[in-house]
């Protein structure tokens, strides 16, 4: 498996591969890659004949007292993780391969972007999208994975592939867990002990929300309350955000119509935390 640090030796390994007539499976991370990660590149190399993932941790979605100096890095664990799921390359450059003196250029995705994690985090999705654009016309991919974990993400670059004209298509893929059901994430090894106990109360609560709505609870409200309380029995928990709102357009609702994500954002200790759930008749994912 290769690691390749510029855009140029990516265009041309992308072009090699283009030649010999293969499709190309894309799966852009930040790195410390887990068994999320690994499974949205199984579900690559299932459909596509070239699996490439990116590892960058990407300072423009990162506000100014984030995280991003300490984020975990481990490029030598990732390359092997990586392999053992099929990717043939990950493209792994520096931040002045990506943002070069002299950088000016920006995606702002409208609309969706200004609820959930685009409130709390002011900037974050622009930098997303800024990103995603870059790797897609670097990689050339034919599809591209991402995680459900990052449902709000997901629906933010299908809006800005439909709107550039962008061809590649953008997969879902379903969150992966822990057994005790804390979603997988690059950011756990910074909670305490006692906060990753904690954490748990975040796929409880969502269960608690889907249970309801198969019982027939369509009330937003309603569901919102039952996963707020859920959480509040947590001392540990300092709730950012919870949400219920209608699914794919994010529109607040009283009454679910059809389906909607029920959304949260937890801080423990000062570890921010995301989880969601499809509230929903039928699949989204792949
Ligand atoms: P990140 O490295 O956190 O930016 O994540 C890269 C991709 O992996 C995104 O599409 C995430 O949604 C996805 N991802 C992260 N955690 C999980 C998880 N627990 N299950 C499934 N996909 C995930």
Redesign the pocket.
Known sequence: MKIIETVAAMRAFVNEQRDAGKTIGF???????????Q??LRKAAERCDVVIASVFVNPLQFGANEDLSSYPRDIGGDAEKAAAAGAAAIFHPQVSEMYPHGYASHVDVWGITDKLCGKSRVGHFRGVATVVAKLFNIVQPDVA??????AQ??LVLRRMVEDLNMTVEIAM?????EADGL????RNVYLQPAERKAATVLSRSLSIAQDAFARGERNAAALKSLIQAAISTEELAEIDYVEVHSYPDLAEVDTIKSAALAAVAVRFGGTRLIDNTLLEGERTCI
Request: proline share 7%; hydrophobic share 45%.
């Open positions: 799966v852009p991370t930040m790195g410390a890659l887990h068994q999320g990660h499974s949205l994975f991402f995680g459900q974990k990052d993400q997901v893929a379903p969150i992966v867990r979603a997988m994430s690059s």
